[in-house]
């Protein structure tokens, strides 16, 4: 393969980002609806946090996009969600990767939260507010898996030296 | 580097970034929201996600498929009796009821009103997608290319599941009777009494809201559509009232009622066209034989 290193971490991070959609996207029975994780999210956080200079704000507008596109939520609600949070963990990583694992999750919940926020915000305006408090439990499931994800996609990192 | 006026110029920093892009996010949900504007670039965003979605409902195809293999000559012997059964009860219903349409066809022309029309009605299989989450809609195998309009009404053999609200050239998203958004005008079958059901989210509930303890309404009452509004024809079964609560400090009965249609189970809708069926026969054309 003549693929220079930056162009196979770049699909790296791509792939990486496609099954974090398609998981998003997978259907499941109602009932486990409040116990899925935003699994895009979590992608997007981790890569902030590993390759802030690949990965920022941008490449979380799109992800949101594609997201409202998939979900058939208002074009923007989750593009503006998922900026805000890839901006918070690009500005703060440093920090982030300092921090023992179960302070990251713990500031993944609050990353998580902001993100469920914002839609829910948005939502809102436009007359079609979450109803129930199921709503938010998605993100304390994602804070939870976090450091097995982190685990995950780390190893993923280091096999195709994504730098 | 490249310099201006002695300073070094960079790309633009995140926060000018996430400035701009929050600003054209708000732009894209007022445009979205307010009106159809964006209806084009949807469209054609849908398209480049499909492969997406199609890779989504590949586990539960495979499920669905290895369970249909599996199935010994036994269970499938077991159903095909129990569909002909089923069948033959249907066939005898339906001579009763063309015997009714035929009476009640010659009772409108006594008095003088319009002929009712038949539908016509095309089956569509579910994908296996999940939408926003809760959120109630469903995507389907159908589009443009069959048809299909936004608005037009969806049900399944047990009542109105709800309506296509986007259509591309090969799917279509429905809103289901149980989501927030969405409401349709009903009548009590039994009393004849006028009013609507709202979803709010709750998958196996919908709300009868403006309703004061004087209406005559009673727990098992059948919500039918009453064809108001143009969008769903009439006579459809829509829900059950399961119960009705009368809170003296509130103005309005607290009704819910359990949908007919199975929103949370069905493979196979119905999209309908209402008005537009041949003659006296309600049988639906079949979709393509489903894998």
Known sequence: MSATPEARGGATILATFLVAIVLNILPGPSWAEPFLPDWVALTLIYWCMAAPQRVSVGTGWLLGLTLDVLYGSLLGQHALAKSAIAFVTVRLHPQLRMFPRWQQAVSVLMLLFFNQLLVAWIRGLTGHAPGTVAYWTPSIVGALLWPWLFVILRDVRRRAHVS | ?291
């Open chain 2, 1 to 291: 580097m490249i310099t201006l006026f002695g300073k070094p110029l960079r790309g633009p920093t995140s926060l000018t970034r996430l400035v701009l892009l929050v600003l054209l996010s708000i732009a894209l949900l007022t445009l979205d929201h307010r009106g159809q504007h964006l209806e084009q670039i949807r469209a054609a965003l849908k398209v480049v996600v499909y492969p997406l979605q199609v890779v989504a409902s590949i586990p539960v195809a495979v499920y669905q498929h290895t369970r249909e293999a599996f199935a010994t000559e036994r269970t499938l012997r077991e159903q095909n009796e129990a569909l002909t059964a089923e069948r033959q009860t249907i066939l005898v219903r339906l001579q009763q009821f063309e015997a009714l349409e035929a009476e009640n066809a010659r009772l409108r022309d006594l008095l003088g009103s319009a002929a009712r029309v038949a539908d016509r009605a095309l089956a569509a299989e579910l994908l296996e997608v999940s939408l926003e989450p809760f959120s109630r809609r469903i995507v389907l195998a159908r589009g443009t290319r069959d048809g299909v309009y936004v608005g037009q009404p969806v049900i399944d053999a047990h009542g109105i599941m709800g309506q296509i609200t986007e259509v591309a050239p090969h799917i279509a998203t429905a809103t289901l009777i149980t989501d927030p958004s969405h409401a349709i005008p009903v009548l009590v079958s039994r009393s004849g009494l006028r009013t609507m059901v709202f979803g709010t989210g709750d998958p196996d509930s919908v709300v009868v809201p403006y309703l004061t303890a004087s209406a005559d309404i009673r727990e098992g009452d059948l919500l039918v559509s009453s064809g108001m509004g143009g969008t769903f024809p009439a006579g459809y079964p829509v829900a059950t009232v399961s119960s009705i609560d009368n809170d003296p400090n509130e103005a309005f009965l607290t009704i819910s009622a359990r949908p007919a249609a199975l929103l949370n189970h069905g493979k196979q809708v119905l999209l309908v066209w209402p008005g537009q069926g041949q003659g006296k026969s309600r049988a639906p054309t079949s979709a393509k034989a489903a894998p």
